[in-house]
Nanobody, 133 residues
Framework: QVQLVESGGGSVQPGGSLSLSCAAS????????LGWFRQAPGKDREGLVA????????YYAESVVGRFLASQATAKNTVSLVMNNLKPEDTATYYC??????????????????????????WGQGTQVTVSS
């Protein structure tokens, strides 16, 4: 049974930084497609970042490119997301999600770039990020 455990998040003033981490416990494959969505109150869930472990980040949403940076942590099947220069519009619940089994890199990218939530098999519990002065 694969479980995604998220950590990090919190509250910060505009311009500040926060980090998130997503650890896939129970996954026995060699590589993993995972990433983040976020959902602000009253808005649709937005695909933000796609990562394929062993290949690196495949996609960043235009709203976060240049400010958010995903990287693979030293722990296996754990990916971190550093969020810099945060803005009030970044306030949302952030969800880590992953696909079952090996997938093509383009397919992994598109899961998040095209908001294909229903194609993802595993979800984290969600973590709140609040940016306000």
């Amino acid at each position: 049974q694969v479980q995604l455990v998220e950590s990090g998040g919190g509250s910060v003033q505009p311009g500040g930084s926060l980090s998130l981490s997503c650890a896939a416990s129970g996954y026995t494959g060699s590589n993993l497609c995972l990433g983040w969505f976020r959902q602000a109150p009253g808005k649709d869930r937005e695909g933000l970042v796609a990562v394929y472990t062993g290949a690196g980040a495949l996609y960043y949403a235009e709203s976060v490119v240049g400010r958010f940076l995903a990287s693979q942590a030293t722990a296996k099947n754990t990916v971190s997301l550093v969020m810099n220069n945060l803005k009030p519009e970044d306030t949302a619940t952030y969800y880590c999600a992953a696909a079952r089994g090996p997938v093509e890199l383009l397919q992994c990218r598109n899961y998040f770039a095209q908001g294909a939530e229903t194609d993802l098999d595993y979800w984290g519990q969600g973590t709140q990020v609040t940016v306000s002065s």
